[in-house]
């Protein structure tokens, strides 16, 4: 167990909906990365908030969204979904942003986009 | 070119092989490389992290790096079943903005047959 917990943990929608998705980053971490995993694009990086602030931005599409709350906790929202959505999105924490940190993966939520 | 290149497999080992896993990147500014495991339905795991080039051991695990050829590997020795897993490779670098997010390769599917 990372200690990094996502829900839920799968999650069924229909084209044009809107999802949230939640993580809570382990103890103590401030860091917060999302991560979308596909079978043809692999694992790719959407965006990482640091201590409340956007720190930086992937391959993130304009339809998505995600924010980090006073508690550390964070949601990536997705709308106006598409079957391409359809994947694993993981979220991960680290202690800080700089350098090398370790990031700490949570289990993941399974898209399906129907 | 994708900025990682990893080689997908499937791979299929008898139990007590010697694995070689690796990957190519192109990103001169990729500092920090990394090795995690990915059970099948959860969450990557670090199994090995290697700042710059070099080797570095940790059981029947040592991943080497060679950032003149922008090549890195991972060695398993003496695989069991237990290592049936997906592995991928990630890097990190300073960018712009400070941030250290990882980028992936697509991961290499092991299967090691008892």
């Known amino acids: 167990d990372s200690g990094v917990t996502q829900t839920p943990k799968h999650l069924i929608t229909a084209t044009g909906q809107r999802v949230t998705l939640r993580c809570s980053p382990r103890s103590g971490d401030l860091s917060v990365y999302w991560y979308q995993q596909s079978l043809d694009q692999g694992l790719q990086f959407l965006i990482q908030y640091y201590n409340g602030e956007e720190r930086a931005k992937g391959n993130i599409l304009e339809r998505f969204s995600a924010q980090q709350f006073p508690d550390l906790h964070s949601e990536l929202n997705l709308s106006s979904l598409e079957l391409g959505d359809s994947a694993l999105y993981f979220c991960a924490s680290s202690v800080t942003s700089g350098g090398y940190n370790e990031q700490f993966f949570g289990p993941g939520t399974r898209l399906t986009v129907l | ?114």
Do not use: H
């Not at chain 2, 139990?15 to 500092?31: D, H, K, M, P, R």
């Not at chain 2, 060695?75 to 990882?102: E, F, N, V």
């Open chain 2, 1 to 114: 070119q994708k900025e990682v290149e990893q080689d997908p497999g499937p791979l299929s080992v008898p139990e007590g092989a010697i694995v070689s896993l690796n990957c190519t990147y192109s990103n001169s500014a990729f500092q920090y490389f990394m090795w995690y495991r990915q059970y099948s339905r959860k969450g990557p795991e670090l199994l090995m992290y290697t700042y710059s080039s070099g080797n570095k051991e940790d059981g029947r695990f040592t991943a080497q790096v060679d950032k003149s050829s922008k090549y890195i590997s991972l060695c398993i020795r003496d695989s069991q079943p237990s290592d049936s897993a997906t592995y991928l490779c990630a890097m990190s670098g300073a960018t712009g903005a400070g941030s250290y997010q990882l980028t992936f390769g697509k991961g290499t599917k092991l299967s090691v047959i008892p």
